[in-house]
């Protein structure tokens, strides 16, 4: 038996190399055009990098190591011209003689590959404008960046290739701005989740440019003048074209073997073509995708290696062996991030019409409180009346690989929800939680699927309908460093005594950080009786991402865009706060805390690993008035110094005789109101304001949570008449036996006023004191465990001290 494999790569040196192992009699010619075989191709970017250091470990096999160790007649710079399925030989053209001659075959296999798209776009010739393909590829790149040490650089396209391209240019240190036609990056996810990588750029200060495409090229003084269909111009001292690949399906049409709708050689179920003995595999073949049943074709590594040792199989034993297609799992790494994607999209189910539903959550790379967790975004679309999966997305630093994997064996098994609940997988803190991230994004698919919460997606949140009532239950701090238009706040756990604030008759989105605490909040308003609730899908941190602006167009002709003022150099003294592993808001509320421990001008660097926490310091230090010296993300860890301002509104302020001083006597609710209206009126202008609460005044600081305590005849007679807490204070007129109150709060809901709760908890966080006085809590019967959080106790000396550094003292 004589077999001929045409492509020396993935899929024929596998073939080849099963072939010989099955049968060791046979002849075995494997024709390679050009001069290497079997090398590591999804390795290339690296080389170039310099992450990859020696370029042999690219070549998996030589030919001549390949040929000896397997008996195989390998022929580089061999390109295979013409078949004659009739007399079953091919016609072969030698590159280096350019000599032809014929080889007959019994059995033919064509793994000719893909090739790039290359464009008929005027310029596209220029020496500056390369690809990358194969081996002679990254050479002539690698030469080129080595000799002519760029400073600027264009990556055209944002697939797989351009995106890790992208990567290794920045690695060397070149300025790079990556252009893509599409309105996202790696169109084979969700834009949701493309949008993390967008933001990413960012971070990495490497430039996007989205929705736009090249209209020409021209080389003018030794750099490549780049004109976008919008008008827009780059510079460059290197372009790589990374638009994408076609099957290579030349030698297959010359020989009228038949091509199916993709473009790919049509194939059966044992890789057989239209001609009899001629198989096909790898990216120049087609075939049923294994969930929607159409045409497609796997342009992936690891589905040709698996089809080489099948074929070789089907080739020497008969047809036994039936090809079940490839789900398309891929992955990749894009700078501090890792990008995968398994099955199909949302975006091809409804281009297919099948009916789905979604699941999205965010959770640690491994457990919390073990240090290094990253957060990591989860996606699945599944079937709403089995719950079988269809396809998943993942977005994050750590551990991506594994879950990918998971989720791609219970899809290619025909799995549901619940296969994927029941997935055992090995845990221990450093690896991951008792229930791992796939564990949970099931479980919330279940709860999807029972009705136990309705999801919205980002985009449905950003296109609401104006009469929509947009909840946010996050804590006020969250909610002042930044909130969705139009929201009102209601911290989760303070839900259930402000009911009255929330309309039963309006359509409601509601949203916390990153979805959990919504999901909660949900729970408990669909058993309030609330008919029409949804959860933000990702809840606000994914809403950031996929709302803003999700390009960078840095001007690539002014590379040195850098905004952030110069580090400050690491000494003993700084003060360190480790906040990796800990979720929104933890690391916010743990900067909080432990910027009140430091004096005035002294430097805190704190490092977090919750991807909002790059966005989130910044607005924090907006909101507060310290001053963000540098922030940076690296290797999922992100690394933020902040040094305090004298003149913060969250923390110390040094007096200058013009603080605020109030007494607060009465438990009227509209009083309280005032009260705290004026007093963050005079925080937010950089004042030092003091409230004193006294007599009835305790019953507004009080917490709707207090635990209970041990109280006299007296102290329990007192508690039983008063208020709870400030959610039960009436109003000073028109009380109508509560009625009052709650329209009040109605009211000033519906006229996006603050609750007397927003106030009180923007009130803590610009740094007012609050003070209890302790005399009349002994009269009243008030202990301290009864009070909100940050409140002190003092006595008349203590408002005293504050009234003297006074100039404006109110009595309420």
């Known amino acids: 038996m004589k077999y001929l494999i045409i492509g020396g790569v993935a899929g024929g040196a596998t073939t080849a190399a099963r072939l010989r192992r099955v049968d060791e009699k046979s002849e075995i010619i494997m024709l390679e055009k050009g001069p290497h075989i079997s090398y590591a191709n999804c390795g290339l970017p690296y080389y170039i990098g310099g992450v990859i250091k020696d370029r042999s470990k690219l070549l998996v096999q030589t030919p001549e190591s390949f040929g000896k160790r397997f008996n195989i007649d390998v022929r580089i710079y061999s390109e295979a011209i013409e078949i004659d399925s009739e007399q079953k030989n091919v016609t072969v053209l030698n590159h280096q003689t350019e000599e032809k001659y014929t080889l007959s075959y019994d059995k033919l296999v064509l793994s000719p590959g893909a090739k790039p798209i290359v464009p008929p ?11 990358l393909r194969n081996v002679v590829d990254t050479d ?16 055209i396209g ?3 290739i351009g995106l890790e391209m992208a990567e290794n240019l920045h690695h060397r240190g070149i300025h790079v701005s990556v252009v893509e036609a599409a309105p996202q990056v790696m169109n084979m996810i969700d834009p949701e989740m493309a949008s993390v990588i967008h933001q990413h750029f960012k971070e990495q200060e490497v430039g996007l440019i989205l929705n736009d495409a090249v209209t020409s090229f021209e080389e003018i003084n030794n750099e490549v003048h780049i004109t976008l269909k919008s008008g827009r111009k780059l510079v460059a001292d290197l372009a790589i074209l990374s638009i994408g690949v076609r099957p290579d399906t030349t030698l297959a049409q010359k020989a009228g073997i038949e091509i199916g709708t993709t473009g790919g050689v049509k194939v059966d179920q044992y890789l057989e073509t239209s001609k009899k003995d001629i198989y096909a595999l790898g990216d120049s073949m087609e075939f049923p995708h294994p969930i929607t049943n159409k045409p497609t074709i796997a342009y992936l590594a690891g589905p040709a290696n698996k089809q080489g040792r099948l074929l070789a199989d089907n080739i020497v034993y008969g047809h036994n062996r039936a090809y079940k297609g490839a789900i398309g799992t891929a992955i990749a790494k894009v700078f501090d991030l890792t990008v995968a994607t398994t099955g199909l999209s949302e975006k091809q189910l409804v281009k297919e019409g099948i009916d789905y539903k979604v699941s999205i959550t965010i959770n640690g790379s491994h457990a919390g409180y073990y240090p290094g967790a990253t957060q990591m975004t989860t996606k699945i679309v599944f079937s709403p009346k089995d719950g079988k999966i269809y396809g998943a ?32 997988h090995a845990y221990a803190p450093p690896f991951s939680s008792a229930k791992d991230p796939v564990n949970q994004v099931a479980f919330n698919a279940e709860n999807i699927l029972k009705g136990l919460s309705n999801h919205i997606s980002p985009y449905d949140m950003n296109n609401r309908n104006e ?60 058993q309030e009786g609330y008919k029409h609730v949804y959860n933000l899908s990702g809840g606000y941190k994914l809403y950031q991402s996929a709302t803003d602006n999700q390009e960078n167009p840095i001007l690539i002709e002014n590379p040195n865009n850098n905004n952030l003022e110069s580090k400050v150099n690491k000494t003993d003294n700084m003060h360190t706060v480790d906040a990796t592993g800990l979720q929104c808001p933890g690391p916010i509320a743990l900067l909080k805390e432990e910027m009140d421990k430091i004096s005035t001008n002294a430097v805190m660097e704190i490092t977090a690993t919750d991807m909002g926490f790059y966005r989130d310091v910044e607005s924090w230090c907006n909101v ?28 110390s302020v040094t007096s200058n005789g013009d603080d605020k001083t109030i007494v607060i006597f009465s438990d009227d609710l509209d009083k309280a109101l005032a009260s705290f209206v004026i007093a963050n009126g005079a925080a937010a202008m950089g004042k030092k304001v003091t409230m004193f ?4 005044g305790l019953n507004v600081i009080k917490s709707p949570k207090a635990p209970k305590v041990k109280k006299d005849l007296m102290g329990r007679m007192f508690g039983f008449m008063m208020p709870k807490s400030s959610k039960a204070l009436q109003l000073s007129k028109m009380s109508m036996m509560g009625m009052g109150s709650k329209m009040m709060r109605y009211r000033m809901a519906s006229k996006k006023v603050d609750a007397l709760e927003t106030m009180i908890g923007k009130a803590k966080l610009a740094g007012v004191t609050l003070i209890g006085c302790q005399m009349s809590m002994d009269v009243m019967g008030v202990d301290a465990k009864e009070f909100i959080s940050g409140v002190e106790v003092g006595g008349v000396a203590n408002y005293l001290e504050a009234a003297e550094n006074a100039n404006v003292n109110l009595f309420i």
Not at 411 to 417: D, S
Not at 494 to 511: A, G, M, Q, S, V
Not at 693 to 696: A, E, I, L, P, V
């Open 467 to 526: 009469e929509v009532f947009v909840l946010d239950v996050r804590t006020p701090m969250e909610f002042e460093l930044g909130h969705i238009k139009g929201a009102t706040q209601v911290e989760v756990d303070e839900l259930r005594n402000n009911l009255d604030r929330i309309p039963k008759d309006k359509t409601i989105f509601l949203y916390c950080g990153i979805g959990l605490r919504g999901y909660v909040a949900t729970r408990i308003l669909l």
């Open 393 to 424: 997305q993942i977005v994050g630093e750590k551990g991506v690989d594994k879950r990918m994997d998971m989720l791609a064996t219970i899809i290619g098994m025909r799995g549901n929800i619940y296969d994927l609940q029941e997935i055992e």
């Open 624 to 651: 507060t008035g310290n001053t963000l010296i540098q922030k940076e993300k690296k290797e999922g860890v992100i690394t933020a110094q902040i040094m305090k301002s004298a003149n913060n509104d969250g923390f």
């Open 693 to 696: 609460f006294t007599f009835w």
């Open 158 to 160: 944002a697939g797989f």
């Open 140 to 155: 002539r790149i690698k030469e080129f960046v080595d000799k002519v040490a760029p400073k600027k650089a264009v990556v």
């Open 121 to 131: 776009i005027p310029g596209i010739n220029s020496p500056k404008i390369l690809t």
